[in-house]
């Protein structure tokens, strides 16, 4: 839960962020969420990569035409 | 927290946003580039794409209308004209700022801001060439014309105005994959971009390697390897017509035998040159001719071929002119296409205007420099280039006055274009130079309603000369072989001239009223295709050696021959693939060739030259095997006179050898000098046949043979990124054939207008209105260009505005 909850939340934020920051605001919008939501070392780390990983991974997969 | 962890994480993490968004490490900041919401993927432009806006500007006057169509021409409809052009340079901007800034920076000498200390030499050579100094002389006469210089005013400020919408993520893609920012457009950017349309066109010259050709060569044999009168020409104007009489007489220096036509070698090689094939096809039927009974003008300007391309279609409508045709991204106005009286095109005049004088300096200071028998005073031009993440060079040319006109000394003891030391001082007289004002022209134009209209217009065309075809509804049909043109004797130009008196400067312009044209002639058509304005034998001026043949001799024989003439058929000619130069050449081959003496796969491939209709189209076998057996027939029989030749130097121009031959079977160079016996045409022909075999097998082996696979003819993007080109087309023509498709050159815009009282207007170029690479407008015109096919033109009028062609509407209001 905590795992699904903190993978939205980094989504959501860095793509807020990114609205009107530079491009690495994504790794102070994922700092924020691991500050907030504590979770093991391995599972904070695969919430942020597996988060930014579909965000910015998106574009690309849309596009196997 | 734990410390220790936290630390080395946010160290890491610090690294690779620093490598990512710079290009410490990686070439470009990948960061930035794939950042979804700031990078590349921004520029992906949807299919669907919206280009519906509704814009205000209080540096309009009035409104303007813009409809897009669904080849995303843009139809301008504005209540004052010079707001058209603020919408015009909006639209540029819009669809093709990268292009238009990267045109300009590489014409200022800018190029090393870009790309780093790679573009020095370049942007040297530009600068000394005097480009930038060219463009501020333009824009001083530009402002001198209160009409042009509100129509450039207005085009200036629609571009930067759309420069200003810009954000880093709407950025095009071209400036994030290089990491940098545009700049504010200028007049002065303005007048840049059209002095590069006159180095492109009206700047090329051999003048270093032909000195070095006279040095080695004997005066006979140099006469032979690059004559002067060519046999096949079929000038512009037909020969017999006559001429107005010569009114100055340019006179031949006393000491010419002794210093000039005899030289010693030299060591300065421009290190870039236009493309020597810069040229283009045009010509206009006359109602006779015609099956409508109106006139039929047609034009295909053959350049580069780059995606984006140099072309924007567009049309301009005002209450004074409604104007259909292709425009440079860069300048106001179009170029070439109709409005509703007329049409009008261009040809390359292609005549020498540049020269080098061999300047004599008191010491290395450069200080003084002898003119006349007195010591006179250099000024100095100090240009600063920027490089890329290095310091700036700072480079001091010499200017020197030639008669009039203050012309920088290009190659000095610390620039030679190549890579020798260089001891000599030369100073480039380029016509260029002289101040000019190239944008009227093209307003006339576009306002242009008769003759004379046209008449009074092209006489404002100095530099680039060109050969401008005009046709109007009411039947006219007209061609001018226009420029100020320098009156030269017979040779001057062809070397390095003395430069320290004024005996070899230009001794005035060829006198307006003498250009040759011609008028709704007897022949019911008139043509241009980059040959001889007129005969060479009995015109009073020099000509200089190196024209096109065989455009020309094709189009007008084929013209001469046909009635009933009709928009299709003129397609037709304009895509045909008859090579004139192999038509000529393919009867002495086959007489000449020693069967004996080829292998079995030469037998082969000798067979297919046999049945060769000398076409060059899609398919052919026979194409390809004629190329490349000529180009080893050239080297067999030059090969050897140029053996112990000195390096910069230049081999005898396209034409002449089948010209030689034709005139003489036994051509002196057929012989090899390097052998006691004396070898004839049929020697070489079977020598060089051999030796192409090999090339021909490997060719073969990998399904290249055909022509189309072996010229493999792309459109490239302009920093040659192959993902964002187009490669391997199929597409047949070549150099000597109307369609004068090579590899990277060829028919950049053509163009059929039948003017009946409803004009049919059809054209295409190889490219796309829009220039990001993302979008579905970027090269969606190649295919249709490829394939020989054109698209109707539309001239909008105020009642279509909900045709279905319409693809969106931008207003612009004050």
């Given at each position: 839960?905590?795992?699904?909850?903190?993978?939205?939340?980094?989504?959501?934020?860095?793509?807020?962020?990114?609205?009107?920051?530079?491009?690495?605001?994504?790794?102070?919008?994922?700092?924020?969420?691991?500050?907030?939501?504590?979770?093991?070392?391995?599972?904070?780390?695969?919430?942020?990569?597996?988060?930014?990983?579909?965000?910015?991974?998106?574009?690309?997969?849309?596009?196997?035409? | 927290?734990?410390?220790?962890?936290?630390?080395?994480?946010?160290?890491?993490?610090?690294?690779?946003?620093?490598?990512?968004?710079?290009?410490?490490?990686?070439?470009?900041?990948?960061?930035?580039?794939?950042?979804?919401?700031?990078?590349?993927?921004?520029?992906?432009?949807?299919?669907?794409?919206?280009?519906?806006?509704?814009?205000?500007?209080?540096?309009?006057?009035?409104?303007?209308?813009?409809?897009?169509?669904?080849?995303?021409?843009?139809?301008?409809?504005?209540?004052?004209?010079?707001?058209?052009?603020?919408?015009?340079?909006?639209?540029?901007?819009?669809?093709?700022?990268?292009?238009?800034?990267?045109?300009?920076?590489?014409?200022?000498?800018?190029?090393?801001?870009?790309?780093?200390?790679?573009?020095?030499?370049?942007?040297?050579?530009?600068?000394?060439?005097?480009?930038?100094?060219?463009?501020?002389?333009?824009?001083?006469?530009?402002?001198?014309?209160?009409?042009?210089?509100?129509?450039?005013?207005?085009?200036?400020?629609?571009?930067?105005?759309?420069?200003?919408?810009?954000?880093?993520?709407?950025?095009?893609?071209?400036?994030?994959?290089?990491?940098?920012?545009?700049?504010?457009?200028?007049?002065?950017?303005?007048?840049?971009?059209?002095?590069?349309?006159?180095?492109?066109?009206?700047?090329?010259?051999?003048?270093?390697?032909?000195?070095?050709?006279?040095?080695?060569?004997?005066?006979?044999?140099?006469?032979?390897?690059?004559?002067?009168?060519?046999?096949?020409?079929?000038?512009?104007?037909?020969?017999?017509?006559?001429?107005?009489?010569?009114?100055?007489?340019?006179?031949?220096?006393?000491?010419?035998?002794?210093?000039?036509?005899?030289?010693?070698?030299?060591?300065?090689?421009?290190?870039?040159?236009?493309?020597?094939?810069?040229?283009?096809?045009?010509?206009?039927?006359?109602?006779?001719?015609?099956?409508?009974?109106?006139?039929?003008?047609?034009?295909?300007?053959?350049?580069?071929?780059?995606?984006?391309?140099?072309?924007?279609?567009?049309?301009?409508?005002?209450?004074?002119?409604?104007?259909?045709?292709?425009?440079?991204?860069?300048?106001?106005?179009?170029?070439?296409?109709?409005?509703?009286?007329?049409?009008?095109?261009?040809?390359?005049?292609?005549?020498?205007?540049?020269?080098y004088y061999e300047i004599i300096f008191k010491d290395d200071t450069r200080q003084e420099y002898s003119f006349n028998g007195n010591w006179k005073k250099t000024r100095f031009r100090v240009d600063t280039i920027k490089i890329k993440?290095?310091?700036?060079?700072?480079?001091?040319?010499?200017?020197?006055?030639?008669?009039?006109?203050?012309?920088?000394?290009?190659?000095?003891?610390?620039?030679?274009?190549?890579?020798?030391?260089?001891?000599?001082?030369?100073?480039?007289?380029?016509?260029?130079?002289?101040?000019?004002?190239?944008?009227?022209?093209?307003?006339?134009?576009?306002?242009?309603?008769?003759?004379?209209?046209?008449?009074?217009?092209?006489?404002?065309?100095?530099?680039?000369?060109?050969?401008?075809?005009?046709?109007?509804?009411?039947?006219?049909?007209?061609?001018?072989?226009?420029?100020?043109?320098?009156?030269?004797?017979?040779?001057?130009?062809?070397?390095?001239m003395p430069g320290y008196d004024t005996s070899y400067l230009w001794q005035g312009m060829v006198p307006q009223d003498e250009v040759p044209y011609q008028y709704n002639p007897e022949r019911g058509f008139v043509s241009s295709a980059?040959?001889?304005?007129?005969?060479?034998?009995?015109?009073?001026?020099?000509?200089?050696?190196?024209?096109?043949?065989?455009?020309?001799?094709?189009?007008?024989?084929?013209?001469?021959?046909?009635?009933?003439?009709?928009?299709?058929?003129?397609?037709?000619?304009?895509?045909?693939?008859?090579?004139?130069?192999?038509?000529?050449?393919?009867?002495?081959?086959?007489?000449?060739?020693?069967?004996?003496?080829?292998?079995?796969?030469?037998?082969?491939?000798?067979?297919?030259?046999?049945?060769?209709?000398?076409?060059?189209?899609?398919?052919?076998?026979?194409?390809?095997?004629?190329?490349?057996?000529?180009?080893?027939?050239?080297?067999?029989?030059?090969?050897?006179?140029?053996?112990?030749?000195?390096?910069?130097?230049?081999?005898?121009?396209?034409?002449?050898?089948?010209?030689?031959?034709?005139?003489?079977?036994?051509?002196?160079?057929?012989?090899?000098?390097?052998?006691?016996?004396?070898?004839?045409?049929?020697?070489?022909?079977?020598?060089?046949?051999?030796?192409?075999?090999?090339?021909?097998?490997?060719?073969?082996?990998?399904?290249?043979?055909?022509?189309?696979?072996?010229?493999?003819?792309?459109?490239?993007?302009?920093?040659?990124?192959?993902?964002?080109?187009?490669?391997?087309?199929?597409?047949?023509?070549?150099?000597?054939?109307?369609?004068?498709?090579?590899?990277?050159?060829?028919?950049?815009?053509?163009?059929?207008?039948?003017?009946?009282?409803?004009?049919?207007?059809?054209?295409?170029?190889?490219?796309?209105?829009?220039?990001?690479?993302?979008?579905?407008?970027?090269?969606?015109?190649?295919?249709?260009?490829?394939?020989?096919?054109?698209?109707?033109?539309?001239?909008?009028?105020?009642?279509?505005?909900?045709?279905?062609?319409?693809?969106?509407?931008?207003?612009?209001?004050?």
């Amino acid at each position: 839960m905590k795992f699904f909850i903190s993978f939205i939340l980094t989504i959501l934020l860095s793509f807020a962020f990114c609205l009107f920051l530079p491009w690495w605001s994504i790794a102070v919008a994922s700092f924020i969420v691991a500050v907030l939501i504590p979770q093991k070392p391995l599972s904070s780390f695969l919430t942020a990569f597996g988060a930014l990983f579909l965000l910015w991974g998106r574009p690309e997969f849309l596009d196997q035409q | 927290m734990r410390i220790v962890p936290f630390i080395a994480a946010a160290a890491v993490t610090s690294g690779l946003i620093i490598v990512l968004n710079s290009k410490l490490i990686l070439t470009a900041p990948l960061g930035k580039l794939v950042s979804p919401q700031h990078g590349i993927w921004q520029n992906a432009e949807p299919a669907s794409e919206d280009f519906t806006a509704d814009l205000k500007f209080p540096q309009l006057n009035g409104k303007v209308d813009v409809y897009l169509d669904d080849r995303l021409v843009p139809h301008i409809f504005a209540e004052q004209e010079n707001d058209a052009y603020f919408v015009q340079g909006f639209l540029h901007a819009k669809f093709r700022l990268w292009q238009m800034e990267l045109q300009t920076f590489a014409a200022g000498g800018r190029a090393s801001e870009i790309l780093g200390e790679k573009g020095l030499v370049h942007d040297r050579e530009f600068r000394r060439l005097g480009m930038v100094y060219a463009a501020e002389i333009a824009l001083a006469e530009m402002k001198k014309d209160p009409v042009i210089l509100a129509q450039c005013d207005a085009y200036t400020a629609g571009v930067n105005a759309f420069i200003e919408t810009l954000t880093e993520s709407s950025l095009p893609l071209e400036y994030k994959l290089i990491g940098y920012k545009p700049e504010k457009w200028s007049n002065l950017k303005t007048s840049l971009f059209l002095k590069y349309m006159s180095y492109d066109l009206a700047s090329h010259d051999d003048d270093f390697e032909l000195t070095n050709a006279r040095s080695y060569f004997s005066a006979a044999d140099f006469s032979l390897l690059f004559p002067d009168i060519q046999d096949s020409l079929d000038p512009i104007i037909p020969k017999g017509t006559i001429l107005k009489d010569q009114k100055l007489v340019p006179v031949l220096p006393a000491t010419a035998d002794s210093v000039y036509f005899k030289q010693d070698e030299v060591v300065v090689m421009e290190n870039s040159k236009p493309d020597r094939n810069n040229g283009s096809n045009n010509w206009a039927v006359s109602g006779a001719k015609t099956r409508s009974g109106a006139p039929i003008l047609c034009n295909d300007p053959h350049l580069g071929l780059n995606l984006p391309s140099l072309w924007y279609e567009i049309q301009i409508s005002t209450p004074a002119f409604n104007a259909y045709g292709v425009s440079f991204p860069g300048a106001p106005g179009v170029i070439i296409g109709y409005n509703d009286s007329c049409a009008f095109g261009f040809t390359n005049g292609g005549r020498d205007v540049r020269d080098y004088y061999e300047i004599i300096f008191k010491d290395d200071t450069r200080q003084e420099y002898s003119f006349n028998g007195n010591w006179k005073k250099t000024r100095f031009r100090v240009d600063t280039i920027k490089i890329k993440d290095k310091n700036d060079f700072i480079d001091s040319v010499a200017y020197v006055q030639l008669g009039n006109n203050w012309c920088p000394v290009m190659y000095d003891k610390s620039f030679s274009g190549g890579r020798n030391t260089n001891n000599k001082y030369y100073a480039v007289r380029w016509k260029a130079h002289d101040a000019s004002n190239e944008i009227k022209i093209f307003n006339m134009l576009n306002h242009a309603k008769n003759y004379a209209d046209y008449s009074a217009a092209v006489t404002f065309l100095q530099t680039p000369g060109q050969n401008c075809v005009f046709a109007t509804k009411s039947g006219d049909i007209a061609l001018r072989t226009q420029g100020d043109w320098p009156a030269k004797w017979k040779g001057q130009g062809d070397f390095i001239m003395p430069g320290y008196d004024t005996s070899y400067l230009w001794q005035g312009m060829v006198p307006q009223d003498e250009v040759p044209y011609q008028y709704n002639p007897e022949r019911g058509f008139v043509s241009s295709a980059n040959q001889k304005p007129a005969d060479d034998v009995t015109y009073p001026y020099y000509l200089g050696r190196n024209y096109p043949l065989y455009r020309g001799y094709t189009i007008n024989k084929r013209l001469n021959a046909m009635t009933g003439i009709t928009a299709q058929d003129m397609m037709t000619l304009q895509t045909d693939n008859f090579d004139a130069a192999a038509g000529m050449a393919k009867p002495f081959i086959l007489a000449n060739m020693n069967e004996q003496a080829l292998n079995a796969a030469g037998k082969k491939y000798f067979d297919m030259l046999k049945g060769w209709d000398c076409r060059n189209d899609i398919g052919s076998k026979g194409a390809t095997v004629f190329n490349l057996f000529w180009n080893k027939f050239e080297a067999q029989v030059y090969d050897d006179e140029y053996a112990s030749a000195p390096k910069i130097i230049l081999r005898p121009y396209f034409g002449t050898l089948i010209e030689g031959i034709l005139k003489d079977s036994a051509y002196k160079f057929l012989d090899d000098i390097a052998t006691p016996q004396k070898e004839t045409l049929a020697d070489n022909i079977t020598a060089a046949f051999n030796k192409s075999i090999a090339e021909m097998e490997k060719l073969e082996a990998v399904g290249k043979l055909e022509w189309e696979k072996y010229k493999g003819t792309r459109i490239s993007h302009l920093a040659k990124l192959d993902p964002l080109s187009r490669l391997d087309l199929p597409i047949g023509g070549g150099a000597q054939a109307i369609n004068a498709t090579k590899t990277v050159h060829g028919p950049s815009w053509r163009m059929v207008i039948s003017l009946a009282a409803s004009t049919e207007a059809y054209g295409v170029y190889p490219g796309g209105q829009s220039g990001n690479p993302g979008s579905k407008y970027y090269d969606n015109f190649v295919d249709q260009w490829a394939a020989g096919k054109y698209y109707p033109l539309w001239m909008m009028t105020h009642e279509e505005t909900g045709d279905k062609r319409v693809l969106a509407k931008m207003s612009f209001n004050k």
